[in-house]
């Protein structure tokens, strides 16, 4: 390290660290901020998983405290003492349950205290829970700056909470162009898929298998798309990448339609850069939105996208890699799919669009740029997506 430089200890706050976009960004954070410069702990109030593998430096401490359900005043002493202790510059809150934390970093002295909003929560998808909105009412005092991730969640912050636009910044996700990038030839099969992707129309999806991201609706639209045009049968393959507890109903819809042979549920998986490589569309039936990483994530590797309409999904997809229906209607998002997968012109045309746009307006060293400002404790304009 040069003498005399400034190391800025940061405090990354969640739940849980565990596989999902908000976590993606703390590992790109970790892994892209200068090491001489940047000094990181991840405090999840619940547990770590294995997913802090994915963090490439040896020197980051990982703290859980195995927090119950409700809310964490029994912690509320140790977590002070944490922020005594570790005598951070900057605290990194993630969504609502971690910021209850927030008004303890500033009664233990923490100088910045940066809370970002990467999304709903699955008890309140549309952000219409007026007990949420006050409970992020009563945090705002101690926050001394707001991210959001998309339009719509940058505007519920003003609206509903009433955060200043002088004190909010919109920093969509980033997403690493170079790991998630089209196949240099013919698409492969990942390990253990029973498909093969050169000859079969792979329909995929990756992301935690619970309400918000509703993965049935997509089982049930995969469904009615064979019914209706059976003659894709021979070549249309299901692949829903992800674990949660949505994941019985996925495998009934399947089941009672005896079409379980057509698809692929292997869980979670760490080759997702190689999985996307493989479909030949990726379909994202989500409930409700903020950006999605793995969106993104197929965008850079050239896949032609159908979506939902919701949260930041219409913005983030721009005009041209993909299809939007509307949430929860399974008759059109068949037909969406349909209708991409059937044309391998238009599959080649918005793959190519969603791959120029992901390098043109959410590539990972904008993201990165983004937050290093930030926790350096300068303002960052609210961006365009």
């Known amino acids: 390290m040069t003498a005399g430089k400034r190391r800025w200890c940061i405090v990354h706050v969640v739940y849980s660290f565990g596989i999902g976009g908000l976590e993606n960004v703390i590992v790109q954070l970790i892994n892209r901020l200068p090491h001489d410069q940047f000094d990181h702990v991840v405090l999840s109030l619940t547990t770590v998983s294995d997913f802090k593998q ?8 990982y703290i859980e405290l195995n927090k119950q359900p409700g809310h964490a005043i029994g912690l509320y002493p140790k977590i002070w003492n944490l922020f005594r202790s570790l005598k951070p510059d900057v605290v990194h809150s993630c969504n609502l349950a971690a910021l209850e934390v927030v008004p303890l970093a500033w009664l233990a002295g923490v100088p910045l205290r940066i809370h970002a ?5 699955a008890h309140d998808p549309n952000g219409t829970n007026t007990r949420y909105q006050r409970l992020r009412r009563l945090y705002k005092p101690f926050v001394s700056r707001y991210v959001a991730v998309s339009k719509d969640i940058d505007a519920y912050l003003g609206r509903a909470v009433g955060v200043l636009p002088g004190k909010r910044s919109l920093i969509p996700n980033g997403v690493d162009t170079d790991h998630f990038c089209p196949p240099s030839g013919s698409r492969q099969a990942v390990p253990e898929c029973p498909f093969d992707p050169s000859r079969d129309l792979l329909v995929g999806t990756v992301g935690r298998l619970q309400t918000v991201k509703n993965q049935p609706l997509l089982a049930r639209a995969f469904v009615l798309m064979l019914s209706e045009y059976p ?6 393959r299901l692949v829903i990448v992800g674990e949660g507890p949505l994941r019985a109903e996925v495998e009934k819809v399947l089941e009672q339609s005896n079409l379980s042979h057509l698809a692929w549920l292997p869980g979670n998986r760490s080759d997702v850069a190689d999985v996307l490589r493989m479909l030949s569309i990726f379909v994202l039936p989500s409930q409700t939105e ?3 990483c793995t969106l993104q994530e197929a965008m850079a590797t050239g896949l032609p996208v159908v979506a939902t309409a919701v949260g930041g999904t219409p913005d983030l997809l721009g005009e041209g890699p993909g299809r939007l229906v509307p949430s929860g209607d399974v008759s059109k998002l068949a037909k969406a799919m349909h209708d991409v997968l059937t044309d391998a012109g238009l599959r080649e045309t918005m793959g190519a669009q969603a791959r120029q746009r992901a390098l043109n307006v959410f590539g990972i060293e904008a993201l990165t740029h983004s937050y290093e400002s930030l926790f350096q404790g300068h303002s960052v304009s609210r961006g365009s997506v």
């Open 290 to 292: 903020g950006t999605s």
């Open 54 to 61: 994915r963090v490439e430096r040896s020197d980051v401490r």
């Open 117 to 121: 909003e990467h999304g709903w929560d």
């Open 231 to 236: 003659e894709l049968m021979d070549r249309a």
